[in-house]
């Protein structure tokens, strides 16, 4: 993929789902009792792998042009899968249905593509493990394939040591299927829709602070799910309309939980220009449309509890520093390398590349913003979020950028260069 310095960026734009959302309507409803009907499903591979697990674990899913419908067949409708459950290069898919098989009364191989196939899942394998589970990682080597026996699981008190939506996610998924009540506590709080949707699904589950805590005997019901915007989606444009020159972008209909939303607290820190419009809620998660528009960008510290709400933002927040007056600090962030790549790694690599001045930390990265950045020849390394950010840097840096391995994005945003080229100038 080819991109050019361009003018500016202006015009509306309407991001696909959330993936989160995306994947979780489909893992819970296969597993409520009737039908949930989703619409703005995020038809990117990731959420697809999701779809493909669970209809090979014998629910019936519609993939209809105005929604998705999932036929539930409630907590113990699923049954045992004759082929391998291929989550491809899903983190999400890998260890939330970790959780569900866990409890199951068949046993099953759950993998994924070579990324997947690296990414640690001794977090999900130690707790539902101390649950009662039988899951192993068949090279012994902590990641998958897993193979995963069903068995009979008690509750438990979770205290984790990183705050991870996926393990607090599959560990309270498991809870489904447990002896008494399970606890989940984490060190900050990370996205909470694993909380929200289970609730909203019927399950008997209360948050309090960082902890989460499910009482199994609840049957979950089918539901309508109105997906909204992806904000980690919405990031790339929110970042491109800031530090590229001449610009005015609308994002509309993005959602904008707390947990998710840290990207406009270091927007607003580092002095962007960014109005919330239209506040309101959708399935029961704020949404707002976001306008931005060109600005001075000056350096910020991102750290400490409002990591886990911008994880997957953090590439493009690098790429908005290195536009940046002064120095940006992102520390606290070493879950940065356990991603589709190691961030740390392929942000500094692609960043430097373009000349820009970053120097990587065993937890993040230091950003010197400022020198002008040039086109480069940068690798995505099959990492959706990269490619993206690194398009973003070449929309504002001189002359032109080939990013190797750009059609990665279809994981999350399959129209992603459609959309940044109709609003580009
Ligand atoms: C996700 C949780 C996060 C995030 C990922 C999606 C989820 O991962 O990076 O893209 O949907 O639960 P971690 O739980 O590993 O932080």
Redesign the pocket.
């Known amino acids: 993929m080819e991109i050019r310095q361009c003018r500016g960026i202006q015009g509306e734009v309407t991001v696909p789902g959330d ?2 959302i995306s ?1 979780r309507s489909v893992m819970f409803g296969a597993i409520a009792q009737g039908t949930t009907e989703v619409t703005n499903f995020l038809r990117g591979a990731d959420c697809l792998s999701t779809i493909s697990c669970f209809r090979k674990l014998g629910i019936e899913i519609e993939e209809r042009p105005e929604k998705i419908v999932v036929h539930g067949r409630g907590l113990y409708g699923l049954s045992a899968p004759s082929q391998v459950l291929d989550a491809g290069n899903s ?2 898919t890998t260890r939330l249905i970790s959780g569900i098989l866990a409890g199951q009364d068949f046993s099953c191989t759950l993998t994924g593509d070579a990324s997947i196939q690296k990414r640690p899942m001794n977090r999900v394998i130690e707790p539902l493990s101390r649950m009662g589970a039988d899951i192993k990682s068949e090279r012994g080597n902590g990641c998958a394939p897993l193979l995963i026996n069903g068995r009979p699981l008690c509750g438990i008190d979770y205290v984790s040591p990183v705050a ?4 607090k ?1 599959a560990v309270l998924l498991a809870g489904l299927y447990a002896k008494g009540q399970t606890r989940v506590t984490e060190p900050a709080l ?2 909470n829709h694993t909380e929200l949707m289970l609730a909203g699904f019927g399950a008997d589950l209360k948050s309090c602070g960082n902890t989460a805590a499910l009482t199994p005997g609840q049957p979950l019901y089918g539901q309508s799910v109105a997906v909204p915007g992806d904000i980690s989606s919405a990031a790339y444009f929110l970042a491109a309309g800031l530090i590229v020159p001449h610009s005015e972008v609308l994002v509309r209909n993005v959602g904008i939980n707390p947990t998710r939303a840290g990207i406009l607290e270091v927007i607003r820190a580092m002095g962007g220009r960014l109005t919330v419009l239209n506040e309101r809620l959708c399935a029961g998660e704020p949404v707002a449309d976001l306008l931005v528009s060109s600005s001075s960008l000056t350096g910020t510290t991102v750290e400490k509890a409002l990591i ?1 709400a911008l ?2 933002e953090l590439p493009v927040i690098a790429v908005m520093a290195a536009f940046a007056h002064g120095t940006t600090v992102i520390r606290d962030a070493a ?1 940065l390398k356990v ?1 589709e790549s190691d961030r740390i790694r392929t942000v500094t690599e692609g960043l430097r590349a373009m000349g820009a001045d970053v120097t990587p930390t065993e937890d993040g990265m230091i950003i010197c913003g400022g020198r002008p950045l040039h086109g480069a020849f940068v690798d995505s390394y099959l990492d959706h979020r990269i490619a993206m950010s690194f398009a973003v840097a070449a929309l504002a840096a001189d002359g032109s950028t080939r990013i190797k391995n750009a059609d990665c994005v279809r994981i999350s945003y399959p129209g992603f260069y459609e959309d940044l080229e109709r609003l580009s100038r």
Not at 164 to 167: D, E, I, P
């Open positions: 993936k989160s994947h983190g999400t991870s939506a996926q393990v996610s990370s996205r886990p994880i997957d879950e991603k």
